[in-house]
């Protein structure tokens, strides 16, 4: 069975870099569609950025674009969410998820979840 570990969430200033891990183990983490989400209180989880099991495709939201990268290193079974450029409104917890075929953007489209990593922006 496919775990997800989520790491590398903390607080940074506005402006500021984060590179967030998804780290797989029980299956090779290229066998699946990844994609990341994130949640504030009250709200429904938003996608963020998937990555297509293949790695021939990508999707991310219009809010991210220019400044998420979403990729994966098969060695470490790990896929990671670069977030450069931060703003406060990108203040979340973050989820990866793994779905066994193609990127949805919503959260019923996926099997596996991590745990939730906590990214704070601060202005």
């Known amino acids: 069975q496919l775990q997800l570990v989520e790491s590398g969430g903390g607080l940074v200033q506005a402006g500021g870099s984060l590179r967030l891990s998804c780290a797989a183990s029980g299956r090779p983490i290229n066998s699946y569609t990844v994609g990341w989400f994130r949640q504030t209180p009250g709200t429904e989880r938003e996608f963020v950025a998937g990555l297509h099991w293949s790695a021939a495709t990508t999707h991310y939201i219009d809010s991210v674009k220019g400044r998420f990268t979403i990729s994966r290193d098969k060695a470490k079974n790990t896929v990671y969410l670069q977030m450069t450029s931060l703003k406060p409104e990108d203040t979340a917890l973050y989820y990866c998820?793994?779905?066994?075929?193609?990127?949805?953007?919503?959260?019923?489209?996926?099997?596996?979840w991590g745990q939730g990593t906590q990214v704070t922006v601060s202005s």
């Open positions: 998820a793994a779905a066994t075929d193609y990127i949805s953007v919503s959260a019923r489209g996926y099997d596996y």
